[in-house]
């Protein structure tokens, strides 16, 4: 077995997260690895290996065994990179160097290679990655999915024998998501991979186990030929994938924007035009495309943020554009000082809208501490106070588990009763469910197609 | 421009000041601004190492450098609130600036100046694979401090798209464009400090899992580089200056 854990309890602080676990991996296994947001699954990766009680102020009361080594004594865990790669759930949270090259080279240098050897390495894995041709170039301008292709070749270049993926599909497009795909699809041999994912539908066909969790317990494992699996892993709260194509019907009404001949973009340069663009109170409109086709840049032209390199945008009312990351729209350090502000300035009381209750109970917490569904869901109530007529949403789906996807559904349909909303996505579920209407966005134009297209198109894309 | 050891690898001819050097000259520079108040010898300082360093650094943080002009007129702002004494030095229509206002406004613009210049210009021309490499190897600096310094200097653009996007977000909410209270930089500087400070942990525990405490020490000399005898010059000149040896009026 490459890694063998008995986890009697883990947590942070004294708190426990975790009872009772018992996971294994064997050579050449690929494990998936689902539960809902909180239920527990990250922190089996990091109590796994050695992180929680070696990096973090965290504890694991068990037994580990990892490629031999004992993750949990400060000796063994120091010994884990030789053996583990691990693919963190956010590129930028992981990418240290300015370029890819310099990137997978930090972790064959940390591991003794030569300065020319790990050069070497570090070429032929990019190559290996789909990254030829990008060594040198600035890791920020690299797409969401030649980053996420970045990490996994920084993690495998010194061909560990277990690789770990933390939510991999967190931050990339269907089309990064074919491509990490492909690579797992061919990666057989003696090596190990764990994937830890709450969208477990992009990896059902590839994995040889599926072991859910739930509220820091192993609460069923399957093997994914089994017919009943889909049913099986909702019933447990994972998200299994299903959706349905809502017609389009929604009553609409007035012109709330409207662009004409716009181009979007930088310094003069266009990277995204689009003809004729019109939304309507009560609508929404769904942005899609590959990352870096000019999806945000055209959501900010749209609202004001940036001026138009040709072309025009009317307005028809108050616009808000609501960031892909929630901790951009906190301002204050408590979430009671948000609410006060909040209705100060739009006499809007937050926690008066229906099912915002909950924000009562943490008045005094800082928001940049609430959980990352939290800090979403406090987001979307200061951006429905200030009662815009058009709102952008950039991204506002990722990394949300089913439970969190659900409330986002109906607070985005309660923002389009009474506002316009355009908003820019990957998640099939969103342009399915909640979309009237689909631009697709790529190749430096944007243009509008029919919504059973655009479904079909997303989930031929990551296949 | 001056450029850093990747460039190397791009074909260049070499570049013409090691990081070490350039490390070095920023941290001179720096304590040289902090030990004197002399607004002649913070002007010497400021013209020598702080412009060139805020040139350079416009090139890639033009923002950051312009948020530094605003705190320049900050500070104006302030100091005549407070220390607005003496002889009229001159006038805005009403407001008639003051000697000692005027005199501490000077002193401390060009000694921040000088301190974002020397640290922009560091900031501005290295990459953090070579800063890493240089601290540790040639300066034998702890590789903790080495990579922090070293990711520092990553974090910086990341640090800019960041601001974009808070800068959007207050717009959103009503804020003025251009802060001015320390309210304003409160507002603004709290969701950088808050996805800055999460990013760093978690960067931090992925050089971990990627060998960083496994990383070998190495050990050369320092390989001193045709622009270094020009740092050394500069980094002496001001040196003589700030210690008075030399008199500026």
Redesign the interface.
């Known amino acids: 077995m490459l890694l063998e854990a008995r986890i009697e309890e883990a947590g942070y602080r004294g708190k426990p997260v975790l009872r009772d676990v018992e996971l294994s991996l064997g050579e050449g296994e690929k494990l998936l690895i689902v539960g809902s947001s909180g239920s527990g699954k990250t922190t089996i990766l990091l109590s796994a ?1 050695g ?1 929680l009680d ?3 102020e965290g504890y694991t009361r068990g037994k580990v065994s990892l490629a031999g080594l004992n993750p949990l004594d400060p000796d063994g865990f ?5 053996k ?1 790669g ?1 693919v ?1 759930q ?1 590129p ?8 890819p ?2 990137e997978v ?3 064959l ?4 290679w030569s300065e020319e050897e790990a ?1 070497k390495r570090a070429v032929e894995v990019l190559a290996e990655m789909g990254l030829k041709g990008l060594e ?1 170039v ?1 890791v ?1 301008n690299l797409s969401g999915g030649q980053k996420r292709r970045l990490t996994l070749a ?2 495998l270049a ?1 061909d560990p024998v277990i690789l770990f993926l933390d939510e991999p599909t967190a931050s990339i497009d269907p089309w990064g998501l074919a491509e990490l795909r492909s690579y797992l699809k061919r990666a057989t041999g003696r090596r190990g991979i764990a994937i830890i994912e709450h969208k477990a539908r992009y990896f059902l066909d590839m994995v040889d186990r599926v072991v859910a969790v739930r509220d820091g317990r192993v609460a069923g494992s399957w093997r994914p030929r089994s017919p009943s699996l889909v049913e099986e892993l909702e019933a447990v709260g994972a998200d299994a994938g299903s959706y349905t194509i809502r017609e389009p019907g929604r009553s609409v009404g007035d012109v709330v924007a409207e662009a004409h001949g716009l181009g979007a973009g930088y310094k003069g340069r266009a990277v995204a035009r689009v003809g004729e663009l019109t939304v309507r109170r009560g609508e929404i409109v769904a942005l899609i495309g590959p990352n870096g086709g000019g999806k945000t840049t055209l959501l ?1 032209t749209i609202g004001g ?1 940036l001026k138009p390199i040709e072309g025009e945008v009317i307005l028809r009312g108050r616009v ?4 892909q ?1 929630p ?7 408590t979430v009671g000082r948000e609410v006060a502000e ?1 209705k100060a ?1 739009t006499g809007v009381d937050i926690t008066s809208l229906p099912g915002f209750e909950w924000v009562r109970s943490v008045m005094d917490r ?1 928001p ?1 501490r609430l959980s990352h569904g939290q800090r979403r869901w406090l987001a979307f109530g ?2 429905m106070a ?1 009662r815009a007529d058009l709102y952008l949403l950039d991204e506002p789906t990722t990394g949300m588990d089913i439970s969190l996807y659900r409330t986002f559904g109906s607070l985005v349909e309660e923002l389009a009763s009474r506002s316009g909303v355009i908003t820019s996505t990957h998640d099939v579920r969103v342009v399915a469910e909640h979309a009237d209407r689909v631009y697709m966005v790529s190749g430096g134009r944007a243009w509008e197609v029919d919504k059973v297209d655009a479904v079909r198109l997303l989930e031929e894309a990551w296949r | 421009m001056m450029q850093s050891g990747s460039s190397r690898r791009r074909g260049d001819s070499g570049p013409p000041v090691s990081v070490s050097a350039l490390l070095l000259y920023s941290m001179w520079v720096t304590v040289l601004a902090v030990a004197t108040s002399d607004p002649w010898k913070l002007g010497f300082l400021a013209l020598v190492t702080g412009l060139p360093g805020l040139v350079l650094g416009y090139r890639r943080y033009g923002i950051l450098v312009l948020l530094l002009g605003l705190s320049l007129l900050g500070t104006f702002m302030n100091m005549v609130l407070l220390y607005n004494v003496g002889d009229p030095v001159f006038s805005i229509g009403p407001l008639v600036v003051r000697e000692e206002a005027w005199r501490r406004t000077v002193s401390l613009d060009l000694r921040i100046i000088s301190l974002a210049g020397a640290g922009l210009l560091f900031a501005s021309t290295v990459n953090p694979r070579d800063a890493v490499r240089s601290l540790e190897v040639e300066l034998g600096m702890p590789r903790g401090l080495a990579f922090a310094l070293a990711f520092a200097l990553r974090l910086l653009p990341l640090v800019y798209r960041d601001l974009q996007e808070v800068m959007a977000a207050r717009r959103m909410r009503g804020y003025k464009r251009v802060p001015i209270t320390p309210g304003d930089y409160r507002s603004l500087f709290m969701p950088l400090l808050s996805v800055t400070v999460e990013r760093g942990i978690w960067v931090g525990v992925a050089a971990e899992l990627r060998g960083f405490s496994l990383r070998p020490r190495r050990r050369v000399r320092p390989r001193l580089r045709r622009g270094d005898a020009m740092l050394l010059f500069l980094a002496v000149l001001q040196g003589v200056v700030v210690a008075g040896l030399v008199q500026v009026p």
């Open positions: 290996s992180v070696n990096l973090l120091t010994r884990v990179p030789s583990a691990f963190l956010d930028d949270k992981q990418l240290a160097m300015p370029t090259l310099d080279m930090f972790t240098e940390n591991l003794g050069r040198l600035p920020e920084a993690s010194h900010k943020l808000f554009y609501m960031p990351h901790d951009y729209l906190f301002l204050f350090p909040v300035s800082s940049y200061i951006a200030y």
